[in-house]
């Protein structure tokens, strides 16, 4: 574009545009750089930018009759008029979507070659109003791709003054700029790409690190009786698929311990396991805590956050006391797990989800649908596969295993030196009907660590008297201050069973048998034994 002799170099602002590009990190101040820089440029009127995009528009778009491929085209991105140039009027057409290989802009789209000529009625097809065009004198429109590595991302329309000749300078200063824009639009999708990661992994982390002490709460599951080793059936089940499930008990069964074995053990197990406590949220703030909310969408909504649903996409979301949902958002939460979709707080856009659902609830739901008070097909919808955890009542012989896990834990936590308990204490515990199941039992543990004295536990429970140091020597009789290594509590008790199953001659049940030696229950023998593969050595030929 050869200016007159009389005024200054053109398009001395596209140098600095040159260098400004390549240090914008989004594609959004990318786009407003460029265009931003062309307005104050003194011999161009205005400056668009089409990107090509997924079709969102195709039903109410005017050109939709001209279009041959509906899943893609040019969307309006970017535009900036000079100063004086802007319409006073709605002059414009609508070019918010061009279709590929329509007009000048959607043709230069498909063949990836400039288009440029002096002719009022063919430059500015499908691209700007021609009552404004000759309002303005302006002389064409100069319509230029935007590629990278072969590729066309959009195009770059131009529309100089009658003052400048496109084919000369101008014409090289605006093929410049598309192919530093190309260029420049693939680093910044990469740089937000890597942004979104970062944010990603910066939340995952800032959630697992809150939700790690409540994931240490009950170690591992623990325990032989005959009722868990029925739920480490069922888990290991239904672990593998990506089915719902319903874990339901009384408080403190462990149903959250549960609801991390399942995930630890499915094809969700790289991403995290979101935990929503249903029963601590305010009533009004439920959407915003399943979907998130924009700023300003409520008073105190002071930044953009995102919902539980969001954090959990691609792993699971344990919903913890899902009985506690109000009726009217579980019809938005029956929305999200039917379609996958929802809306955050104060937002239009429409977002995806992919999650397993875990959910865990102390309340009989059945009940709580014929009341009215828990929909229907929410249930349904829950209970693709439900889990129900014993009571601590009804697996008394895991309680000295749990005790002793717990003894072992609190002793590390609180750096204290407590003797084992023996053998009569323990059986103490296991008469207790422990209506806060496993977490009072972990309390009552922790309480007493604290509380020994001289190392000696004392476990205060109403209704049941603790025995005498003298009733029973400790289990393994060990010295003052000897430990005792898991390692070897584990052969002891091998070997101890060993040797009840020898003397019975391999029978379990009966009065005669190994179980009744052992002083425990046939099934719980029977358990233990084929965990320890104990069956071929004991058996008689």
């Known amino acids: 574009m ?14 600095e545009l040159l260098l400004a590009m390549p240090q914008q990190r989004s594609v959004s101040s990318l786009l407003e750089t460029v265009v931003e820089k062309s307005a104050e440029d003194p011999f161009l009127a205005l400056t668009r930018i089409w990107l090509i995009r997924p079709g969102d528009h195709c039903a109410t778009c005017p050109l939709q009759a001209q279009c041959l491929d509906q899943t893609r085209c040019l969307h309006l991105v970017a535009e900036r008029y000079s100063p004086g140039y802007a319409p006073s009027e709605d002059l414009e057409d609508d070019y918010l979507r061009i279709p590929l290989g329509v007009g000048k802009v959607g043709r230069c789209a498909v063949t990836g070659e400039i288009a440029d000529t002096l002719s009022l009625a063919d430059d500015l097809d499908f691209a700007v109003s021609k009552r404004w065009g000759e309002a303005m004198q302006v002389i064409g429109l100069a319509v230029l791709p935007v590629v990278f590595q072969g590729k066309v991302l959009g195009v770059c329309g131009f529309v100089p003054l009658k003052e400048v000749d496109m084919e000369g ?5 605006g093929r410049l700029v598309a192919d530093h824009l190309a260029v420049s639009i693939t680093n910044a999708e990469a740089f937000e790409q890597i942004e979104t990661l970062n944010k990603q992994l910066t939340d995952d982390y800032e959630y697992l690190s809150e939700e790690l002490v409540e994931s240490q709460a009950f170690g591992d599951i623990i325990g032989q009786s005959v009722s868990l080793n029925a739920v480490l059936r069922q888990i290991e089940m239904v672990a593998k698929t990506d089915a719902s499930i319903l874990i ?8 959250e311990l549960v609801a991390r074995e399942v995930h630890k053990r499915g094809p969700r197990w790289k991403r995290p396991m979101i935990k929503v406590n249903c029963a601590s949220i305010p009533r009004d703030l439920y959407e915003s805590e399943f979907f998130g909310h924009l700023k300003g969408a409520f008073t ?6 995102k919902g539980r649903f969001e954090l959990a996409n691609g792993g699971t979301l344990f919903l913890d006391e899902v009985g506690e949902i109000p009726l009217e958002v579980q019809s938005k939460l029956l929305r999200v797990l039917q379609e996958g979709e929802y809306e955050r707080v104060g937002d239009e856009r429409t977002r995806t989800t992919d999650v397993r659902i875990l959910a865990a609830t102390n309340r009989d739901l059945k009940r709580e649908v014929k009341e009215g008070r828990f929909r229907e097909d929410l249930y349904y919808r829950l ?13 008394t012989e895991d309680i000295p295993l749990l005790a002793l896990h717990f003894i072992e834990a609190a002793r590390r936590k609180f750096n204290q030196t407590v003797k084992p308990p023996s053998r009569a204490v323990l059986s103490t515990l296991q008469k207790y009907s422990w209506p806060g199941n496993i977490r009072e039992l972990q309390n009552l543990v922790e309480r007493a660590v604290i509380t020994s004295a001289a190392g000696r536990l004392k476990f205060d429970l109403p209704g049941v008297s603790e025995p005498r140091e003298s009733a029973a020597q400790p289990v393994s009789q060990p010295a003052e201050e000897e430990v005792i290594p898991e390692a070897e509590m584990r052969k002891r008790e091998k070997e101890n069973i060993l040797r009840a199953l020898q003397q019975a001659g391999g029978k379990i049940y009966g009065d005669d048998g190994a179980a009744k030696r052992l002083d425990i229950k046939p099934t719980t023998l029977a358990t233990r034994i084929k965990a320890m593969g104990l069956k071929k050595q004991f058996l008689p030929e």
């Open 2 to 15: 050869n200016a007159s002799p009389s005024q200054s170099q053109p398009f001395i602002n596209m140098r």
């Open 169 to 173: 300078e101008g014409l090289f200063w």
């Open 248 to 255: 339901t008990g009384e408080s403190g069964t462990g149903k």
């Open 300 to 305: 105190g909504a002071v930044q953009d956050r």
């Open 383 to 395: 209970n693709v596969f439900p889990i129900e955890l014993p009571p601590l009542r009804e697996r």
